[in-house]
């Protein structure tokens, strides 16, 4: 095999995709990966809040130019949340009070141990367990490839002051 | 440095794996990525139920050759899960009574404000948040790195109509 | 077009980081991926604690060599968690209490059908749903990328015998 033949073939798998579709179902191969980070910064004015970060997200993924791939998003601090629901602002109420009924905001180091330390947010530790901390979203055709009501969330459980959600992408 | 050089290097990297086993530990280099993705549609005739998708999972990870890389499975609906736990009939009966303990069923628009939109399924948003909306599991070797035990299920908490569960891989 | 001249283009990106410094956000594009897989093991003496395996996982990406990427961190056994919260022995004990009422030990078969079988680690199967399988990082510029407090957890509901944790780094 010469080198022109390999070139060859490495140049083709590298300009045209390999893209089989198969009713839904769709692959593609031999590209190069990129990847991308960007910080967002949040200073949310109530204790607990949810925002809608998707079009930040949307954005940070028309950016990275990635096709094909996966995005994550996640909270840079332990008593916040990224999840993924309905931006319904019904539903944030319900998930509020549900959330304050399994792990109670109480700032007395009786109930949280935690709260001996100094701080008053061990109920914020619990709050985004409950929720999580991250994301994994598919990127297809350049875009999130998202359900009908996926909508990207920051959850903050303790606010007042500056946090920050990272975003990673990586594909091709 | 020669052309023909230069590719000798990337035409090794690319045909060898470059491979070293430390114990347990495994390392390759060099290999250009692949990406499948594809959409399982599920109709579940009960409002709550669990379907094991270990199968389907499988199944995609074959189709897409890839060896080494990452799988993505997410509910694309906002009243689903993906998790990841035992394929036992007791287990999966205690976790329905669990979930609803904490995150009752309830039509009705007094416990729920989500529920004055028309809808009667917030708790289904709920228990999503609990049992989670992905799981992203290991390819080696071509297969799902799974412990003895594990296996992925699609979590129904509002069913009776049609619903789907992205897989996306990425990988070498 | 000259293979020369394509095999050149090849080379450049290959070698050279194509980085784009836009206040927060990077990007980089035209780097071959690498994976790595380890597998790390656990015996923890009693039935219900947490152990910081971050040294661990900072050591995996370290040898790995990847600089941009994505490290998949996940329990292989499905009564244990992977999560990233504090290092705080307060808030562990505020955990442990917490995940207790939510969900208590009862080797019984009368609460939890699961113990049915003749296992009696039903609560544990519950406990790793609050707290979650998995948690996926980015790596950027070799290393974790994290906040101030951040750190990796591996958390046992029903210790007391060999359990192991995998890491998956894919990347550039």
Not at 1 to 16: F, I, L
Not at 111 to 137: C, F, L, P, S, W
């Amino acid at each position: 095999m010469s080198v022109r033949k390999r070139q060859g073939v490495w140049y083709r798998t590298r300009k045209k995709r390999n893209t089989v579709n198969r009713g839904e179902a769709q692959t593609n191969q031999g590209w190069i990966m990129k990847s991308k980070t960007e910080y967002l910064t949040f200073q949310i004015k109530k204790r607990m809040e949810f925002r809608n970060i998707t079009p930040d997200v949307e954005r940070v993924v028309l950016e990275s130019a990635v096709q094909e791939g996966l995005c994550l998003v996640n909270a840079m601090h332990i008593t916040a949340s990224v999840f993924i629901n309905d931006d319904e602002p019904g539903l944030h109420r319900d998930y509020k009070l549900w959330l304050e009924s399994l792990a109670p905001f109480d700032p007395s180091p009786e109930r949280y141990h935690h709260n001996r330390t100094g701080e008053d947010n061990a109920d914020a530790h619990h709050k985004r367990q409950i929720m999580g901390r991250e994301v994994v979203v598919a990127i297809t055709g350049g875009r999130l490839d998202f359900g009908p009501w996926e909508q990207i969330f920051y959850g903050e459980f303790d606010g007042r002051r500056s946090k920050r959600v990272l975003v990673k992408i990586i594909g091709e």
